[in-house]
């Protein structure tokens, strides 16, 4: 046991000792590869890049933490580490090539290990295992930062799509539009009534018009997430139309046994707004004057 | 006791909620104002609950009942005001008050109710014929 507990702080301090020879010998290896992107990166900075990490984790590197990848002396190098895994994101690397990186230190510190324990294959092996755990979690956190570090941006996508996608027009005094653009889920919905409602007390408009010629499909629950629109409209004191149904959608809601029935449905939106003049009493002709110019 | 007073305006009844309703207040406005609508012979009943934020189930039952009482006593009502939260509540609680007449703001709701108690009143017997010559 004893001699087994010495044995794993040689390791760590050899390595360290052995700094200088690891970082020559990754820079190699990277340098030699024939996928080495110097393109995106110059080689001074990579040099830069790989001493840093390298630096950080020799210096956390002691005879304990070597086989506990979970030891809190090694957040300084997932630090690095994510922040590498991201700047090579955003540098245009692909995540093979960013996993390659992480993966080619290994290959440096194994040669080294091989020959420091040149003589001792038992030792050379519990090393070799050891190192090389170590290595591969450094891969993984690499990935889970490159992974979090793309998800962050498709949420923020769906947050911008839900916000720009339902805006509510006023197409005349008294008269708003809300064209509907993509699947309506439920969540889209609420921020569509919202937005509606919320515009209505705003704007003091009595006639609201929801256009769908641009929602693809229509389910039981949209239909309902719909009607639940038009009361809501019709509560607030607003008349609710939907425009817009294409043949496919008024064929599943009949299907489908949906009642529109209390609801004014008009095919296109210039048809709705006819309707909603109608309703205003207002109402839209050509100028008397350029007819008799014209003629 | 607090009250919710009831005006009459000419033909109608005015109702302006005030404060947030609770059951036993919400009763008695219910009591008083068919009261009132058989007392004054109103035509018309106009309730503005534009600061009324919450509301529940009890409270849509309420609303329905009195537009559905006046109703039975030739009386129309007219809810105005209704704030997006409590449009969005109501609607979630599956009331979505058919038999009640609503309206943007007070103005627009005595505009509507003119113009309900005309069609049903004068105006009538005029649109019959025309329909039925046609």
Redesign the interface.
Same mark, same amino acid.
């Given at each position: 046991m004893h001699k087994f507990l010495f044995m794993k702080i040689e390791i760590a301090r050899m390595l360290q000792k052995k700094k200088k020879q690891i970082i020559d010998l990754w820079m190699k290896n990277q340098l030699a590869d024939s996928a080495l992107r110097d393109d995106l990166m110059s080689n001074d900075e990579l040099r830069a890049q790989s001493e840093e990490l390298v630096d950080a984790l020799l210096k956390k590197l002691t005879d304990d933490n070597l086989s506990n990848i979970e030891s809190a002396d090694f957040e300084n190098v997932y630090e690095i580490l994510g922040g590498i895994s991201i700047t090579r994101a955003r540098q245009g690397f692909s995540p093979r090539e960013t996993g390659l990186y992480i993966y080619s230190l290994k290959d440096a510190l194994l040669s080294i290990l091989q020959q420091e324990f040149k003589n001792d294959p038992v030792q050379l092996y519990e090393a070799s295992m050891r190192v090389s755990k170590l290595i591969d979690s450094f891969g993984i956190v690499t990935f889970e930062t490159f992974i979090k570090g793309r998800e962050e941006i498709i949420l923020r996508q769906t947050d911008e799509i839900t916000e720009i996608s339902t805006p509510v027009i006023r197409v005349w005094d008294g008269i708003l539009a809300l064209p509907i653009i993509g699947t309506l889920d439920s969540a889209r919905t609420q921020v569509v009534?919202?937005n509606l409602?919320?515009e209505?007390?705003n704007t003091?408009?009595?006639i609201a018009i929801l256009d769908i010629s641009g929602v693809p499909a229509v389910d039981s629950l949209v239909a309902q997430h719909l009607i639940?629109t038009v009361?809501?409209?019709?509560?607030?004191?607003?008349e609710c139309i939907i425009s817009g149904i294409r043949p496919e959608i008024a064929q599943t809601v009949v299907h489908l046994g949906i009642d529109l029935s209390n609801v004014v449905t008009k095919a296109t939106l210039a048809s709705a707004l006819k309707y909603a003049y109608s309703i205003l009493q207002l109402e839209v002709r050509k100028k008397q004057n350029n007819l008799v110019k014209t003629n | 006791m607090e009250k919710i007073p009831i005006l009459r305006m000419g033909q109608f009844l005015l109702v302006t909620i005030q404060i947030d309703l609770y059951d036993r207040l919400a009763l008695n406005l219910e009591a008083d104002l068919v009261q009132m609508v058989s007392k004054t012979g109103a035509r018309g009943v106009l309730i503005d609950i534009s600061v009324v934020s919450i509301v529940d189930s009890f409270m849509g039952r309420i609303i329905g009942n009195i537009a559905n009482m006046s109703k039975i006593m030739d009386a129309e009502t007219v809810?105005? %005001?209704?704030?997006?939260a409590?449009?969005?509540t109501?609607?979630?609680l599956g009331l979505?008050?058919t038999g009640v007449h609503?309206?943007?703001?007070v103005e627009? %709701?005595m505009e509507l109710l003119r113009k309900k108690i005309l069609v049903d009143g004068e105006e009538l017997d005029e649109t019959y014929n025309t329909d039925s010559t046609e």
């Amino acid at each position: 046991m004893h001699k087994f507990l010495f044995m794993k702080i040689e390791i760590a301090r050899m390595l360290q000792k052995k700094k200088k020879q690891i970082i020559d010998l990754w820079m190699k290896n990277q340098l030699a590869d024939s996928a080495l992107r110097d393109d995106l990166m110059s080689n001074d900075e990579l040099r830069a890049q790989s001493e840093e990490l390298v630096d950080a984790l020799l210096k956390k590197l002691t005879d304990d933490n070597l086989s506990n990848i979970e030891s809190a002396d090694f957040e300084n190098v997932y630090e690095i580490l994510g922040g590498i895994s991201i700047t090579r994101a955003r540098q245009g690397f692909s995540p093979r090539e960013t996993g390659l990186y992480i993966y080619s230190l290994k290959d440096a510190l194994l040669s080294i290990l091989q020959q420091e324990f040149k003589n001792d294959p038992v030792q050379l092996y519990e090393a070799s295992m050891r190192v090389s755990k170590l290595i591969d979690s450094f891969g993984i956190v690499t990935f889970e930062t490159f992974i979090k570090g793309r998800e962050e941006i498709i949420l923020r996508q769906t947050d911008e799509i839900t916000e720009i996608s339902t805006p509510v027009i006023r197409v005349w005094d008294g008269i708003l539009a809300l064209p509907i653009i993509g699947t309506l889920d439920s969540a889209r919905t609420q921020v569509v009534m919202e937005n509606l409602l919320q515009e209505i007390v705003n704007t003091g408009s009595s006639i609201a018009i929801l256009d769908i010629s641009g929602v693809p499909a229509v389910d039981s629950l949209v239909a309902q997430h719909l009607i639940k629109t038009v009361s809501a409209t019709r509560l607030m004191g607003a008349e609710c139309i939907i425009s817009g149904i294409r043949p496919e959608i008024a064929q599943t809601v009949v299907h489908l046994g949906i009642d529109l029935s209390n609801v004014v449905t008009k095919a296109t939106l210039a048809s709705a707004l006819k309707y909603a003049y109608s309703i205003l009493q207002l109402e839209v002709r050509k100028k008397q004057n350029n007819l008799v110019k014209t003629n | 006791m607090e009250k919710i007073p009831i005006l009459r305006m000419g033909q109608f009844l005015l109702v302006t909620i005030q404060i947030d309703l609770y059951d036993r207040l919400a009763l008695n406005l219910e009591a008083d104002l068919v009261q009132m609508v058989s007392k004054t012979g109103a035509r018309g009943v106009l309730i503005d609950i534009s600061v009324v934020s919450i509301v529940d189930s009890f409270m849509g039952r309420i609303i329905g009942n009195i537009a559905n009482m006046s109703k039975i006593m030739d009386a129309e009502t007219v809810v105005v %005001g209704m704030q997006p939260a409590v449009a969005i509540t109501l609607i979630e609680l599956g009331l979505p008050l058919t038999g009640v007449h609503t309206a943007l703001d007070v103005e627009k %709701g005595m505009e509507l109710l003119r113009k309900k108690i005309l069609v049903d009143g004068e105006e009538l017997d005029e649109t019959y014929n025309t329909d039925s010559t046609e």
